[in-house]
């Protein structure tokens, strides 16, 4: 049976709405006293009463947290799947208490922002869930050479928990964990920090060509391109270490041409100073003459006791091919051999793609076995 909808706020768009078709109507616009009269606002007041609670028989899933707002704290877990029925049908289960188990720990601190992201790579889906599969997810691609290579490292259940206080990353992390118990093996953790005003461990402003909050969803969250699986999105992750003797060895416009943005300022260079081999040039993606976005929520995470000083790449996209072809730039070059200037200072230690379903489908895939 379809749903009820939740009445809508009155919308001026469907006031304009009216009007145009008052205008196509008549051969004109109607006047501001048939405007401001009786009828016209009776009109306007029952297709807006209509509409919202015209019943939806499909209405669209809720995705996850993935345009959630930017916060100051993250833990990244990338776990494999223990062998066995058991093990599979134990994740199956604790798909429909992701949720709540979020809730419950962010009740504790209602202004703290806490969200929990949950993607499955590409194996692991076929495992947990059969068919179908969303049209686009596959195994990591590796782009680059020996030295210089984007590497596909093990991992079947990806999750991305963000906050303003790590307390509250920390104990969500433990309560997802502690439910899964042995059926899943932790391959990675990291836990990110916001550094200053946005910026990398290098220093500079990272996600600055975010999409802004209009237009997040039209990039991220996939549509009817693929209809059983509105509502989701791919997440690609990679973490990278720096060599920050050498990074800290240049000036500060060597630096500004590795980037191509200024350090201070965040401002991208004028096309005719920016190597075509800096990071900007070649991670900037355009198809049919527009560009495509990705949403990033890169962390800096690090231990400077033992040297290790890093940044955990996280990119969200409504597809795996900006991102990807986003990495073939940087790795192989753009035309081939002319490769990012990042990587002589930065190397991938991890990566994995993985899809994230929507939040209803999320909790639906507890009663889905393969």
Known sequence: MGRVATPAPFQLDRVVWIVDCFAADRGQAPSQQEILSPLFFATVFALCIDEAFTPMTNPTPDPQAVCAPITRSAIFIVATLAPGSDAAEKVRGWCADIAALTRSVGKRVPTGYLSCVCGFGSSAWDTLFGGPRPVSLHAFREFGDEGRRAVATPGDILLHIRADQMDLCFELATQLLSALGDAVSVVDEVQGFRYFDMRSIIGFVDGTENPDDRHMAKFTIIGDEDPAF?????????????????????????????????????????????????????????????????????????????????????????????????????????????????????????????????????????????
């Open 230 to 370: 509105t509502g989701g999105s791919y997440v690609l992750v990679q973490k990278y270490l720096h060599k920050m003797d050498a990074w800290n060895g240049l000036s500060v416009e060597a630096q500004e041409r590795v980037i191509g943005r200024t350090k201070l300022s965040d401002i991208e260079l004028d096309d005719a100073a920016k190597p075509t081999n800096s990071h900007s040039a070649l991670t900037t993606i355009t198809k049919d003459g527009q560009e495509v976005k990705i949403l990033r929520d890169n962390m800096p995470f690090g231990r400077p006791g033992v040297g290790e000083f890093g940044t955990y790449f996280i990119g969200y996209a409504r597809s795996p091919e900006p991102i990807e072809l986003m990495l073939e730039n940087m790795f192989v070059g753009r035309p081939k051999g002319n490769y990012d200037r990042l990587l002589d200072f930065s190397t991938a230690v991890t990566g994995g793609l993985f899809f994230v379903p929507s939040a209803d489908l999320l909790e639906e895939l507890a009663d889905r076995a393969p």
